[in-house]
Nanobody, 130 residues
Framework: QVQLVESGGGLVQAGDSLRLVCAAS????????MGWFRQAPGKERQFVAA????????DYADSVNGRFTISRDNAQNTVHLQMNSLKPEDTAVYYC???????????????????????WGQGTQVTVSS
């Protein structure tokens, strides 16, 4: 059974940092692009960041560019999201995703549409107080 399990969420103050971790249940995910989405109450799921299978290419939403960093460790089957300078508007449930349509993809385009990602984790809550 394919699983993505997120961890690392919590309650922090504005300006603090958090590091989210997504653990994949199978090494197969190491050959696909992966990413993070988030969903705030009453809002649609929003693209946050994505990374190529080999970790060499990344993409970020404008709202987090310069504050968040996505990385991956294929030997550990994990993807990370380092979040610095957190703001109250970053409050959301954060989801790990896999783009299972682009094995070994090395291009620079990553879909920002949630409907293009088949595999999702259960999410981890991030709450930033002002």
């Amino acid at each position: 059974q394919v699983q993505l399990v997120e961890s690392g969420g919590g309650l922090v103050q504005a300006g603090d940092s958090l590091r989210l971790v997504c653990a994949a249940s199978t090494r197969t995910f190491s050959t696909y692009p992966m990413g993070w989405f988030r969903q705030a109450p009453g809002k649609e799921r929003q693209f946050v960041a994505a990374i190529s299978w080999n970790g060499r290419v990344t993409d970020y939403a404008d709202s987090v560019n310069g504050r968040f960093t996505i990385s991956r460790d294929n030997a550990q089957n994990t993807v990370h999201l380092q979040m610095n300078s957190l703001k109250p508007e970053d409050t959301a449930v954060y989801y790990c995703v896999v783009d299972s349509t682009r094995r070994y993809y090395t291009g620079t385009y990553f879909s920002h549409s949630s409907s293009d990602y088949l595999y999702w984790g259960q999410g981890t809550q991030v709450t930033v107080s002002s």
